[in-house]
T-cell receptor, first 115, second 115 residues
Framework: AQSVTQLDSQVPVFEEAPVELRCNYSSSVSVYLFWYVQYPNQGLQLLLKYLSGSTLVKGINGFEAEFNKSQTSFHLRKPSVHISDTAEYFCAVIKGGTGGFKTIFGAGTRLFVKA | DVKVTQSSRYLVKRTGEKVFLECVQDMDHENMFWYRQDPGLGLRLIYFSYDVKMKEKGDIPEGYSVSREKKERFSLILESASTNQTSMYLC??????????????FGPGTRLTVL
């Protein structure tokens, strides 16, 4: 069963507009949730993570995400995007099993910010 | 800053060749991972290691093997490269014992083309 689903493969948006990138996770996985960003020709880097505590998590570059247990969602938001936010964004969850815990990544959402 | 380096950014090999991808991290991390990244599929875990000389299969280990002789180095081996192994390969590392949800730090990736 899919553990994490990113609902949009591509999101085009104009500069300075708000954006939301959607992520839903399976209720069968643990609630350790991450968003990573991959800029062109680079590896992934952590934007933010939720392990416990406040459901609103703030990350780098003005991004934030809200953990919603009833909706099993962890959507990423930014109130005003810049051209430099153009990148691919990955939602990820931690899943336990034999051999320890593994990070399961979504398929990714490509954010295009247009001038 | 954590640094994860991969031996090559781009690699072109022929079908049937043995291919070595090297990854080195400089932060004394316990855990190391190899992923492949394909459009629309996100990142898929090939192998991971929680300690020297220890390895665990990920979700798609077929056609691959790994070696971890030293803590800082984790090698991915394609025993006999095939065209369906053309992909972007990402190495990652994280600090902490197995079972702890921790941030992964990624290398820049190796884009492998098998002809």
């Amino acid at each position: 069963a899919q553990s994490v689903t990113q609902l949009d493969s591509q999101v085009p948006v104009f500069e300075e507009a708000p954006v939301e990138l959607r992520c839903n996770y399976s209720s069968s996985v643990s609630v350790y949730l991450f968003w990573y960003v991959q800029y062109p020709n680079q590896g992934l880097q952590l934007l933010l993570k939720y392990l416990s505590g406040s459901t609103l998590v703030k990350g780098i570059n003005g991004f934030e995400a809200e953990f919603n247990k009833s909706q099993t969602s962890f959507h990423l938001r930014k109130p005003s995007v810049h051209i430099s936010d153009t990148a691919e964004y990955f939602c990820a969850v931690i899943k336990g099993g034999t051999g320890g815990f593994k990070t399961i990544f979504g398929a990714g959402t490509r954010l295009f910010v247009k001038a | 800053d954590v640094k994860v380096t991969q031996s090559s950014r781009y690699l072109v090999k022929r079908t049937g060749e043995k291919v070595f991808l090297e990854c080195v991290q400089d932060m004394d991390h316990e855990n190391m991972f190899w992923y492949r990244q394909d459009p629309g599929l996100g990142l898929r875990l090939i192998y991971f290691s929680y300690d020297v000389k220890m390895k665990e299969k990920g979700d798609i280990p077929e056609g691959y093997s790994v070696s971890r002789e030293k803590k800082e180095r984790f090698s991915l081996i394609l025993e006999s490269a095939s065209t369906n192994q053309t992909s972007m390969y990402l190495c990652a590392s994280s600090f902490g014992l197995a079972g702890i949800a921790d941030t992964q730090y990624f290398g820049p990736g190796t884009r492998l083309t098998v002809l």
